[in-house]
């Protein structure tokens, strides 16, 4: 087969993929999670892209068929546990939530290790673990 035609035919299945998006969205928020400053400047940085309607879309967003990824693991993210949306759950689903939020983070599955290679920040440190964990404990009583 001719390689300039096939360099040509990859290129044009590239941007024929452009023409189906992913979609985009950051609905509004509602009730949001309250917590102290610390604890929501950690969750800001590394919850708040998949967790939240405040989802800061990078350029890889907008490039299909990565974008197609981005915003399924962000609506998976979201329907999991929304912080923008707090209000439509219960105290029990709270509670139930941030014993959830403490043991993956535990068990180091929060933030996923495919997120961190472009969002180093993300990352959880011994210190933000020991923070997030305190709260979670003074939230539920634990």
Known sequence: MNPRLLFSGLVFFFLALQLV????????VGEWIQAP???EAILRRSCFD????????PWYA??????????SDVDEGRDHLNFSTWEI??????????EEIMEVIEDGEMPPWFYLPLHPEAEL????RE????????????
Do not use: K
């Open 21 to 28: 998006p992913g979609h985009r969205t950051n609905p509004p």
């Open 37 to 39: 400053e610390p604890v």
């Open 50 to 57: 998949c967790h939240s309607n405040q989802t800061r879309w």
């Open 62 to 71: 907008y490039v299909a068929p990565t974008s197609w990824l981005v915003s």
């Open 89 to 98: 759950y219960d105290e029990d689903e709270r509670i139930e939530n941030l």
């Open 125 to 128: 440190d011994d210190r933000d």
């Open 131 to 142: 923070i997030l964990n305190r709260w979670i404990a003074d939230a539920t009583g634990g």
